[in-house]
């Protein structure tokens, strides 16, 4: 039917006008399915916004936009919403299950990596899933990732991988007092723009610990990929 579904982050209820709806197209992940949307009149825009999104009655709201754009173009139509039964509902969502079951494992890696990176270990990390607020689908992922992340740590038997190392010397540092302490004139650091959180925290340590320390770097934050 060639239709397509916006919602604005507008909290007052206003729709989107020219004006709003170039501004969407150059943010959105979509922006040519929004400009053909708005542009072309073979297709519909159904326009909804973040007041409406928090009303007890968003989805009778959302059938009805459907149901009147959908008339609007075929009105001989008799039409009405019913839900998929178990197999279509399968069927339409199998090939990308499929995809995303292959790419777990990396998913997984990456998981593991990242909470390294800011130096959270597995019970840290479920204490995140328990005080803060996550959607369904993270915390269906994470308690996944976090069986693995679990069994991982006790497997390494006192072996420590690259994510250890920096967490490590950050903690020896701190704990050995006199470990590098006014040693360095200068650090340099080249390729500033892409500095890990954890890395940051080994960088501030040691200029706490080297008073006269001066610290250069050198970097691009049109390169960035933090």
């Known amino acids: 039917y060639g239709l397509y579904i916006i ?4 909290k007052d209820g206003s729709k989107i006008n020219g004006q709003c709806a170039n501004s969407v ?3 959105t992940v979509t922006p040519v399915r929004v400009a053909i949307a708005i542009n072309n009149k073979n297709y519909t825009l159904i326009e909804t916004n973040h007041a409406e999104f928090l009303k007890a009655n968003f989805k009778e709201l959302l059938k009805e936009r459907f149901l009147n754009a959908i008339k609007n173009k075929s ?3 008799i039409l009405e919403f019913a839900p998929l039964s178990y197999e279509e509902l399968v069927n339409s969502v199998w090939d990308e299950c499929k995809l995303s079951m292959k790419a777990l494992p990396k998913r997984i890696s990456y998981f593991i990596t990242i909470a390294k990176t800011y130096n ?3 019970k840290e990390v479920r204490l995140r899933l328990i005080n803060e607020k996550w959607s369904p689908k993270q915390k269906a ?3 996944i990732a976090l069986e693995i992340y679990e069994l991982y740590e006790l497997k390494k038997e006192n072996k420590i991988d690259f994510g250890d190392m920096i967490n490590l010397a950050i903690k020896e540092l701190k704990r050995n007092k006199e470990l590098y302490r006014d040693v360095y004139d200068h650090i340099l650091i080249d390729e500033y723009q892409d500095l890990s ?3 940051y925290r080994l960088i501030q340590v040691l200029m706490e610990k080297n008073k006269d320390c001066k610290l250069f770097c050198v970097g691009d934050d049109w390169q960035g990929i933090m």
Request: no cysteine; charged share 15%.
């Open 7 to 10: 919602t604005a982050a507008s």
């Open 25 to 27: 197209m150059q943010v």
């Open 75 to 77: 009105s001989s139509k």
């Open 120 to 122: 959270l270990t597995p």
């Open 141 to 143: 992922f994470a308690e």
């Open 197 to 199: 959180h954890q890395r």
